[in-house]
């Protein structure tokens, strides 16, 4: 059957059958991610509103911070209303060109992730150790063009992974185990060879991730050099507070991906699939959840700017 035409081999849909193994806690599973989603898209929609009517918030340090806000409610709407369907209502089809539209967009948005991370270590980088010439290195027309980078780079190196899940042929059936087309998940369905696809994809985690990652490194030596080479106590813990909110953006990101790659390379087989299938989940709803509360709790700015558009929207309200 493997022998025939793959274009004849490919299938109108696939069934994505959620959790395996927990099939009857579904309804209780999709609850904690229903929630996660509502804060993830109130959280990420007020910070964006927040930073574009704010003058006090138009700063490059922002301008990122909005970029990644943007970039996590798309990712997190990208898969988590599906998820919801699945979980609560049973409805497992997802047409196949859909489902490798949900792919590339995944993986490009979490690329897209990692890359705004990383130009947010390097505007702090630039903001610790050249604080003079801040303003004229980070200008708009930068920002723009390091946002549009950033973006072309998950475009460009994600847009294979549909092509290459797309040659091969399905005469396995059609059921993913998994509550969202993952590249992977997708692939192991064929009875194809897709060594190509695991190999591409490490590639792509390779220049995406590890790239990024070295750079995060790279930057944070050289704020952590500049700031230890500072006089006062305090200017030092003033400086290296700019960074706390980013810290903790970076451990909420890295720390479930780092766990998922791992374990599915290195330890697969000794840890149940659902385990898998959950942390994947996290991994992506973890960022758009708890970045806003990290940034509003961390951020001066931030809560200052809440408050100033409270008062505002209440004397707003008051006058009317």
């Known amino acids: 059957m493997c022998g025939e035409n793959s274009s004849s081999l490919t299938p109108g849909f696939f069934v994505l059958n959620g959790v395996p193994g927990l099939e009857a806690a579904h309804p209780w599973i999709a609850l904690p991610f229903c929630f996660m989603y509502v804060t993830a898209v109130l959280g990420n929609c007020g910070l964006i509103h927040l930073i574009g009517h704010e003058e006090a918030l138009h700063r490059p340090m922002y301008y990122f911070l909005a970029l990644l806000s943007f970039t996590d409610v798309t990712l997190c709407t990208t898969t988590v ?28 948005l979490t690329g897209m992730e990692s890359g705004v991370l990383m130009l947010m270590a390097l505007d702090r980088y630039v903001a610790i150790c050249y604080p003079l010439r801040y303003s004229t290195i980070l200008t708009n027309p930068v920002i723009a ?24 042929p399905y005469c396995r059936g059609n059921s993913i185990p998994h509550t969202y087309c993952d590249h992977m998940s997708v692939a192991k369905v064929s009875c194809g060879n897709f060594k190509v696809n695991a190999i591409y994809g490490l590639l792509a985690a390779l220049l995406i991730g590890g790239f990024d990652m070295f750079c995060i490194t790279v930057s944070y030596t050289m704020i952590l050099r500049a700031v230890v080479s500072l006089s006062s106590a305090e200017a030092r813990q003033k400086a290296f507070g700019t960074c706390t909110s980013h810290i903790c953006a970076i451990v909420i990101t890295y720390v479930p991906a780092l766990f998922t790659i791992f374990t599915h390379r290195f330890g697969g087989q000794n840890i149940p699939h659902h385990v898998h299938i959950l942390i994947a989940n996290l991994y992506l709803m973890l960022p758009p959840t708890l970045n806003p509360i990290v940034y509003g709790v961390k951020t001066k700015q931030i809560r200052e700017g809440v408050i100033k558009l409270f008062f505002k929207e209440k004397d707003v309200l008051v006058t009317k």
């Open 81 to 108: 209303p599906n998820m919801l369907c699945i979980l609560w209502f049973n409805l497992k089809e997802i047409d196949f060109n859909a489902c490798l539209a949900q792919m590339f967009f995944v993986h490009m």
């Open 145 to 168: 063009k390091a946002g549009l980078a950033t973006f072309l780079r998950g475009v460009l190196l994600i847009l294979p992974f549909a092509f290459l899940t797309k040659r091969l």
